[in-house]
C-alpha cells in the first residue's frame, strides 16, 4: 500500500471514535464548558467536513477529521470541528484557519429561489469552533499555535493589519486528574492511557466498561501504535466483546501465551 494510502487509512481510523456523538459531545463537554453537560448528542447532526478550495489554477480538497453541527435551544446553531495529531506541525494554524473559513464561507452561500434565481440566503449564522487534539506524550506541544508564530516573516509596519488567529489546543497526556474526570464517554479510556504513559511510561488498564469497543481498540491501535490493541481487534466467531481494558489485555496475553505454548509443542515434535 502507498504511503498516502496507508496515511488516509490511518486518519479514517482515528476518527471512528470520535465520530460517536456521545463522544464528541463529551470531548466539547470537557474542553470548552469545563464537564458541564450542555452538549447532548442527540443535539447533534453530522457537518460536511470536506471543503474546495483554488491553488495554481487547479481545484483542491481539504478534510477536516470530525465536524458536528450542534441545535441548541439556547442558541439556533454552532459548529464544532475536531482535529487530531501525534506529532506537532507549524502549519496548524494554517490548516485550521482554512478549515474555519470554509465553514463560514459556506454559510453566505447564494441559495435559488422558486423561480430558480439566485439570491443571497437568509439562513442564520453560526460560530465554528475547532480542538485540535494532541496526543504526543513525551514531549509538550512545540510548535506554532498563532498565525503570527507561524509566518516566516511579518514586518512591524504590517502587524496591525495582518489578523491573527490562534489554535484551541488540547494536550491529553497533560490533562490533570480533575480534567479526565470531566470526560465521561470512551474517550476518557482513551485520555487515560495517554495520562499514564506521559506520568510513568506504563499503562495499567482500567475496569472501566467500554460501549464502543471496536472503535476503541482501533483508535487505540492507530494512536498508540502498541501491537496489543491491534492483536484485541482481531475477535474470534462466537467470542464476546470484552467489556473494558483489562479484559482486552488479558486476552491478548492469554491468547499469545496459548499460541507460545503451541509454538513450542510443535517445535519439540519437529526436533523428534
Same mark, same amino acid.
Given at each position: 500500500m502507498a504511503?498516502k494510502?496507508?496515511r488516509?487509512?490511518k486518519?479514517?481510523?482515528?476518527?471512528?471514535?470520535?465520530?460517536?456523538? !456521545?463522544?464528541?459531545?463529551?470531548?466539547?463537554?470537557?474542553?470548552?464548558?469545563?464537564?458541564r453537560?450542555?452538549?447532548?448528542?442527540?443535539?447533534?447532526?453530522?457537518?460536511?467536513?470536506?471543503?474546495?478550495?483554488?491553488?495554481?489554477?487547479?481545484?483542491?480538497?481539504?478534510?477536516?477529521d470530525v465536524?458536528?453541527?450542534?441545535?441548541?435551544?439556547e442558541?439556533r446553531?454552532?459548529m464544532?470541528?475536531? *482535529?487530531n495529531?501525534?506529532e $506537532?506541525?507549524d502549519?496548524? $494554524?494554517f490548516?485550521?484557519?482554512?478549515? !474555519?473559513?470554509?465553514?463560514?464561507? &459556506?454559510?453566505i452561500?447564494?441559495?435559488? &429561489?422558486?423561480?430558480?434565481?439566485w439570491?443571497?440566503?437568509?439562513? $442564520?449564522r453560526y460560530?465554528?469552533?475547532?480542538?485540535?487534539?494532541?496526543?504526543g506524550? *513525551?514531549?509538550?506541544?512545540?510548535?506554532a499555535?498563532t498565525?503570527?508564530e507561524?509566518?516566516t516573516e511579518?514586518p *512591524?509596519e504590517?502587524?496591525?493589519?495582518?489578523n491573527?488567529?490562534?489554535?484551541?489546543?488540547?494536550e491529553?497526556?497533560?490533562?490533570?486528574?480533575?480534567?479526565? &474526570?470531566?470526560?465521561q464517554s470512551?474517550?476518557?479510556?482513551v485520555?487515560?492511557y495517554?495520562?499514564?504513559?506521559?506520568k510513568?511510561?506504563?499503562?495499567?488498564?482500567?475496569?472501566r466498561?467500554?460501549?464502543?469497543?471496536q472503535?476503541v481498540l482501533?483508535?487505540m491501535?492507530?494512536?498508540?501504535g502498541?501491537?496489543?490493541? *491491534?492483536e484485541?481487534i482481531?475477535q474470534?466467531?462466537g467470542?464476546e466483546e470484552?467489556?473494558?481494558?483489562c479484559?482486552v489485555?488479558?486476552?491478548?496475553e492469554?491468547?499469545?501465551d496459548?499460541e507460545?505454548?503451541?509454538?513450542f509443542?510443535?517445535?519439540l515434535?519437529t526436533?523428534?
Amino acid at each position: 500500500m502507498a504511503e498516502k494510502d496507508v496515511r488516509n487509512a490511518k486518519d479514517a481510523v482515528e476518527k471512528t471514535l470520535e465520530e460517536n456523538n !456521545d463522544v464528541f459531545g463529551d470531548i466539547v463537554n470537557a474542553f470548552i464548558y469545563s464537564g458541564r453537560r450542555k452538549v447532548a448528542a442527540e443535539a447533534l447532526e453530522q457537518a460536511v467536513s470536506r471543503s474546495v478550495y483554488r491553488a495554481d489554477r487547479k481545484l483542491r480538497t481539504q478534510e477536516r477529521d470530525v465536524a458536528k453541527y450542534w441545535r441548541s435551544t439556547e442558541f439556533r446553531i454552532a459548529m464544532f470541528g475536531l *482535529e487530531n495529531q501525534t506529532e $506537532p506541525e507549524d502549519d496548524m $494554524p494554517f490548516r485550521i484557519m482554512g478549515y !474555519d473559513g470554509a465553514a463560514y464561507r &459556506d454559510q453566505i452561500y447564494p441559495e435559488k &429561489d422558486k423561480k430558480g434565481r439566485w439570491r443571497k440566503n437568509r439562513n $442564520p449564522r453560526y460560530p465554528v469552533v475547532t480542538l485540535l487534539l494532541y496526543f504526543g506524550y *513525551e514531549k509538550h506541544w512545540d510548535k506554532a499555535l498563532t498565525l503570527y508564530e507561524a509566518l516566516t516573516e511579518l514586518p *512591524e509596519e504590517l502587524r496591525p493589519y495582518v489578523n491573527d488567529y490562534k489554535v484551541n489546543l488540547i494536550e491529553v497526556a497533560w490533562l490533570t486528574d480533575e480534567q479526565l &474526570d470531566m470526560l465521561q464517554s470512551d474517550f476518557w479510556i482513551v485520555a487515560d492511557y495517554f495520562v499514564q504513559m506521559r506520568k510513568t511510561r506504563n499503562y495499567i488498564p482500567s475496569k472501566r466498561t467500554i460501549v464502543h469497543v471496536q472503535d476503541v481498540l482501533q483508535t487505540m491501535a492507530v494512536l498508540t501504535g502498541d501491537r496489543r490493541f *491491534e492483536e484485541a481487534i482481531d475477535q474470534k466467531k462466537g467470542e464476546e466483546e470484552p467489556k473494558n481494558m483489562c479484559e482486552v489485555l488479558d486476552r491478548v496475553e492469554n491468547r499469545r501465551d496459548r499460541e507460545g505454548h503451541a509454538e513450542f509443542k510443535n517445535s519439540l515434535i519437529t526436533s523428534q
